[in-house]
C-alpha cells in the first residue's frame, strides 16, 4: 500500500449508527440477560424502603408523628416518594423496564425452545472412545433394543445404519423459560392488581362502625379502573378490643397480644356474625380483606362552653408518642362553643405515676391508672371554618397559634385529671371533663384481584428455577458392529461431568444386561 492509500485510508471515518442503528443497540441493551438481571436486582432493592420507611397507605399515623418529629427529613421523604414507594414514579420506571425485558428474553427463547424440541439428537461421532465418558463391551445388542432400553430411561432417541443417539434433560430448558414466563406473569397480575384493586385506612373507635363505601375511609386509594360501585357492600361494628402486655421481667410492657372484636354483615341484608380480628388473621369478605395494623387509646371528653352549653362530648383519637407506655398526644377541638371557640393539648397517660420532681408519667401501656394531662387550653379562631383542610393532631394553623388566648398552661395544672374529675376554665370560659377511655384501631382494607394469581405465578417461578438448577442435559451413543458395542456420552451441562459419571455406569449395565434385567 502507498503513502497516499494510507493517508486516504486514514482519512476515512468509521460510519456512524444512525437512529435505527442506536434502536437496535437498544433495545439489545435492553432485552439481554445481564440488563434483565440487573434490573431484578434494582426492583427488589428498591421495594427496600417501602419496609424501612413507614407507608402512607399502611401506617399513616407513623407518617404523621414523622411529620411532628422531624418535618425536615418528612419533607425530604415526600420529595423523593419515599411515604408512597410502590406508587412512585420511579418504581414504575423500573417495574416497566424489568417488564418489557423479560418480554425480549422470552420471545427469542421461546422460538430457540420450539425449535430444540423439534430437533432430533445428533448422530453418534466416529470415535466414541475420545468423547469424555466411554465404554465397550461384547455382546449380541441390537440397534431396536439399545434403542428401546433407552427410551425406558426416558431418553429422547434416534437411530440410524448401526448407531443409536439419545438425548435427556430437556426440562431444564422448560424450567428456565417458564421461570421466566413466571416473573413476566407475577408483574402482569401485580399490575392487574393496581388496575383493578384498591386500599384505604381507617381509624375506628370502640361502640363505632364502617361501612365499606369511598366516603367511610380516612384515606383511599383507588386503581384507575376502580368506582365507587366497585366496592364490595359490606360493614361492620367493633364492639371490643382487648390487648394484652408482659406484666413483669425485663420485657414488661411489652405487647404479647391484641384483637379486635366485630359484628359483621357480608352484605346489606345479611344476617351479623361475630368475628375475631387479629394481627395477620384478616377479615375477608368476597376477596376484600381487612387488616388490623395498629391501636391507641380515645379517652372521652365531655366539654362545655361559656354559656353553659355542651358544646362537645366524645372520644378523642390520640396519637401515640411513647410507644413502650402508650403515652399518647390528644387534640380537641371545639369549633361550637360560644362565645368563642375553644381547643386543648392533653397528654393521655395509661398507667400515671408520680415522678420525684412534682410531674407524672405512664409506666405501662395498659389503662390501668388512666389520667390526662392538659398542656394547654385556648380560645379564639382555630381556622376550622375558613374551607383549608387541617390535621386533626394539630391545633390550628401556625399563623393562627400567636392569635389564640391562652386560657390554661401545663404549669397551672400539676395535677392530672382522673377518670371523672374536671377542670373549670378560667374567666368563666367553660370545663373540661375526662369521663372514660375508649380504644381505636386502624385497618388496613384491601381488595387485590392479582393476588392469587401472583401467588401462583410465584410457586410456578419456585419450582421452574428448581428443575432449570437440578436437572442436566446429557447425550448418550450407542455404535453396535461385529458383536462389539460401544457407549459414549456427554453433558452439554458445565460443572455436571461428576454427577453424570454415576449415571452413565447405570446405562452401560442395562444396556450390557439381559432382557430380563433391564429396569
Given at each position: 500500500?502507498?503513502?497516499?492509500?494510507?493517508e486516504k485510508a486514514r482519512a476515512v471515518k468509521p460510519a456512524g449508527l444512525g437512529p435505527l442503528g442506536w434502536l437496535r443497540w437498544a433495545w439489545r441493551t435492553l432485552t439481554s440477560m445481564k440488563t434483565a438481571l440487573i434490573l431484578l436486582f434494582l426492583f427488589a432493592l428498591a421495594s427496600v424502603p417501602g419496609s424501612l420507611v413507614p407507608q402512607r397507605g399502611v401506617e399513616p399515623d407513623k407518617v404523621a408523628r414523622l411529620y411532628q418529629e422531624n418535618p425536615t427529613l418528612a419533607e425530604w421523604y415526600d420529595r423523593l416518594q419515599l411515604f408512597?414507594?410502590?406508587?412512585s414514579v420511579w418504581f414504575?420506571?423500573?417495574?416497566?423496564l424489568l417488564f418489557t425485558s423479560l418480554i425480549g428474553c422470552i420471545i427469542p427463547r421461546t422460538s430457540t425452545y420450539l425449535r430444540e424440541l423439534r430437533r432430533r439428537?445428533?448422530?453418534a461421532p466416529r470415535n466414541l472412545s475420545r468423547l469424555p465418558h466411554s465404554a465397550a463391551f461384547s455382546g449380541d445388542l441390537t440397534v431396536e433394543e439399545a434403542a428401546r432400553r433407552l427410551r425406558k430411561r426416558r431418553f429422547r432417541v434416534d437411530t440410524g445404519d448401526g448407531w443409536v443417539a439419545a438425548e435427556k434433560g430437556y426440562l431444564r430448558e422448560t424450567g428456565n423459560l417458564v421461570f421466566h414466563i413466571s416473573l413476566l406473569g407475577l408483574l402482569v397480575a401485580v399490575g392487574f392488581g393496581s388496575l383493578y384493586g384498591y386500599r384505604g385506612n381507617v381509624l375506628i373507635v370502640e361502640g363505632d362502625g364502617f361501612a365499606n363505601t369511598v366516603a367511610a375511609y380516612d384515606r383511599f386509594i383507588p386503581g384507575s379502573q376502580v368506582s365507587a360501585e366497585s366496592l364490595e357492600p359490606f360493614a361492620f361494628q367493633l364492639t371490643d378490643f382487648l390487648a394484652t402486655y408482659q406484666v413483669e421481667g425485663d420485657k414488661k410492657?411489652?405487647?404479647?397480644?391484641?384483637?379486635?372484636?366485630?359484628?359483621?354483615n357480608d352484605s346489606p341484608g345479611a344476617s351479623?356474625?361475630?368475628?375475631?380480628?387479629?394481627?395477620?388473621?384478616?377479615?375477608?369478605?368476597?376477596?376484600?380483606?381487612?387488616?388490623l395494623i395498629g391501636h391507641g387509646y380515645a379517652p372521652v371528653f365531655r366539654i362545655t362552653d361559656g354559656k353553659g352549653e355542651v358544646a362537645f362530648e366524645g372520644p378523642v383519637p390520640c396519637l401515640i408518642e411513647d410507644r413502650p407506655t402508650l403515652t399518647s398526644g390528644c387534640v380537641v377541638k371545639v369549633p361550637d362553643a360560644q362565645p368563642q371557640q375553644l381547643g386543648f393539648l392533653l397528654r393521655f397517660l395509661p398507667t400515671s405515676v408520680p415522678l420525684t420532681d412534682g410531674g407524672h408519667a405512664s409506666a405501662f401501656p395498659g389503662a390501668i391508672q388512666p389520667e390526662v394531662q392538659v398542656l394547654g387550653a385556648f380560645s379564639g379562631d382555630l381556622g376550622m371554618r375558613s374551607g383549608k383542610p387541617q390535621s386533626v393532631y394539630e391545633l390550628a394553623p401556625p399563623e393562627l397559634m400567636s392569635k389564640l388566648t391562652p386560657l390554661v398552661m401545663g404549669t397551672a395544672v400539676p395535677k392530672p385529671l382522673a377518670v371523672g374529675q374536671s377542670l373549670d376554665l378560667p374567666q368563666e370560659a367553660?370545663?373540661?371533663?375526662?369521663?372514660?377511655?375508649?380504644?381505636w384501631i386502624t385497618l388496613q382494607i384491601a381488595y387485590d384481584p392479582g393476588r392469587v394469581p401472583a401467588l401462583v405465578f410465584a410457586a410456578l417461578a419456585t419450582v421452574s428455577i428448581a428443575l432449570s438448577l437440578t436437572i442436566r442435559r446429557r447425550r448418550v451413543w450407542v455404535?453396535?458392529?461385529d458383536g462389539t458395542v460401544e457407549v459414549g456420552g456427554l453433558t452439554r451441562t458445565e460443572g455436571s461431568a461428576a454427577g453424570f459419571a454415576e449415571e452413565f455406569d447405570d446405562i452401560v449395565k442395562v444396556l450390557s444386561a439381559g432382557d430380563k434385567d433391564v429396569r
Open positions: 500500500m502507498t503513502v497516499d492509500e494510507l408512597d414507594v410502590f406508587t414504575a420506571a423500573i417495574y416497566l439428537p445428533p448422530a410492657g411489652q405487647e404479647l397480644d391484641f384483637s379486635a372484636f366485630l359484628k359483621v351479623e356474625r361475630p368475628y375475631e380480628l387479629k394481627v395477620n388473621e384478616p377479615l375477608e369478605v368476597n376477596g376484600t380483606q381487612t387488616y367553660g370545663k373540661l371533663e375526662f369521663t372514660g377511655v375508649k380504644e455404535r453396535v458392529k
